[in-house]
T-cell receptor
Framework: KAGVTQTPRYLIKTRGQQVTLSCSPI?????VSWYQQTPGQGLQFLFE???????NKGNFPGRFSGRQFSNSRSEMNVSTLELGDSALYLC?????????????FGQGTRLTVV | QKEVEQDPGPLSVPEGAIVSLNCTYS??????FMWYRQYSRKGPELLMY????GNKEDGRFTAQVDKSSKYISLFIRDSQPSDSATYLC?????????????FGKGTHLIIQP
């Protein structure tokens, strides 16, 4: 079956702009989690969506937001981009909420803020 | 002090060697322990997970968890050049909790042919 699909794969944005990233989970998976990966901080949890509701949230500012649609696809939005937002953004899908013992990751969207 | 500590490497070993990768952690509430492999320009791929203490084996891979020492390990036997990647440990509080998965920063492993 198809894996987790993230689009776009690469993005270059200017400081102050906003960006929207998309994630399509594995068919049948209802939980989508988002992570930010940087060389300095590693992988950090942003938030999790399940059944169109944000269930958990990591320690990121309110500029980072997301949503989930009825077909489980999820989008992540970052407003007022800062240079420090440059990172690989990964989404992971799993069958159940929060019990991410089998979370499958997409290939990520590499965001560069200039 | 970060919740999960992992030596970034690089760790370079000859083909066929046994590789030992390790993480230490500080939060005694962690119950689930995972190992992910990440190739360059790819997303992490789950290798195996273990619940609580003990060992788990899957082919050439063995995961060990010692909760009393807050120490987990991944052993790779008969290492191959295709095993060259970054290995990430990840942990989770039972039931998920509010923080999703907590990751180490990863160890970059190089298997020399």
């Amino acid at each position: 079956k198809a894996g987790v699909t993230q689009t776009p794969r690469y993005l270059i944005k200017t400081r102050g702009q906003q960006v929207t990233l998309s994630c399509s989970p594995i068919s049948g998976h209802r939980s989508v989690s988002w992570y930010q990966q940087t060389p300095g901080q590693g992988l950090q949890f942003l938030f999790e969506y399940f059944s169109e509701t944000q269930r958990n949230k990591g320690n990121f500012p309110g500029r980072f937001s997301g949503r989930q649609f009825s077909n489980s696809r999820s989008e992540m939005n970052v407003s007022t981009l800062e240079l420090g937002d440059s990172a690989l953004y990964l989404c992971a899908s799993s069958l159940k909420r929060s019990v991410n013992t089998e979370a499958f990751f997409g290939q990520g969207t590499r965001l560069t803020v200039v | 002090q970060k919740e999960v500590e992992q030596d970034p490497g690089p760790l370079s070993v000859p083909e066929g060697a046994i590789v030992s990768l390790n993480c230490t952690y500080s939060n005694s509430a962690f119950q689930y322990f995972m190992w992910y492999r990440q190739y360059s320009r790819k997303g992490p791929e789950l290798l195996m997970y273990t619940y609580s203490s003990g060992n788990k084996e899957d082919g050439r891979f063995t995961a060990q968890v010692d909760k009393s020492s807050k120490y987990i390990s991944l052993f790779i036997r008969d290492s191959q050049p295709s095993d060259s990647a970054t290995y990430l440990c990840a942990m989770m509080i039972s039931g998920g909790g509010a923080d999703g998965l907590t990751f180490g920063k990863g160890t970059h492993l190089i298997i020399q042919p």
